[in-house]
């Protein structure tokens, strides 16, 4: 950060390459569209760049990259025109997109496929939620973070955030209560749903 605001942008790059991979999947479950989650990547690092002066150390540049990732991200969940095409989007999402390969050698040749199948069941019932329910159940479920820093980043309070999160994780078992009967009980769903279904 030192670097960066003595003039040297090549250091604005450094951490833009340590933050980026660790943003992107939250951004992705977020968004529910991989042109969607890099463009807020890319306009969340333009952001953090032009307000680097406002960064005060308090802390991880990581943190604070973060938070503007999120404020992005739910900016953009809120534009009528997003939620119309995440809508139209859901129902044709039964199509599932393949995985690459898997190579361990306990996997089975329909391994992937199954995978690609109930990630994209999962994909879709979690973009069926209202924004701001997807939110919670994404930072909670997927990313692990506590209420606190939840309520911080959306700026609500911490009984909203439970309440958000109550309703979503309802609203997630109703959507995906065939594949719950479908996967019990030789095979897990997928990491984070289990919290969520619980």
Partial sequence: MQACRAGRTEAYGELVERCQDRLYPMLLRLLGSPEDAQDVLQDAFIRGFEKLDQYQGESTFYTW???????????????????RL???????????????????????PSYAAE????EAIVGAALAALDPDHRAVVVLKDYEGRRYEEIGELLGVPI????????RARHQ??????????????SRPILPGVEKALS
């Fill in 86 to 108: 995440l809508r139209l989007l859901d129902a044709h999402r039964g199509r599932p997109a393949l995985d690459p390969p898997d190579e361990s050698p306990s996997s089975t």
């Fill in 65 to 83: 990259m973060y938070r503007i990732a999120v404020n992005l991200a739910m900016s953009r969940l809120r534009r009528p025109r997003l939620r």
């Fill in 172 to 185: 997630l078992r109703l959507r995906l209560q065939s594949l719950i009967e479908d996967e019990r009980p």
């Fill in 159 to 166: 009984g909203t955030v439970r309440s958000r999160l109550h």
């Fill in 115 to 118: 995978r690609a199948e109930r």
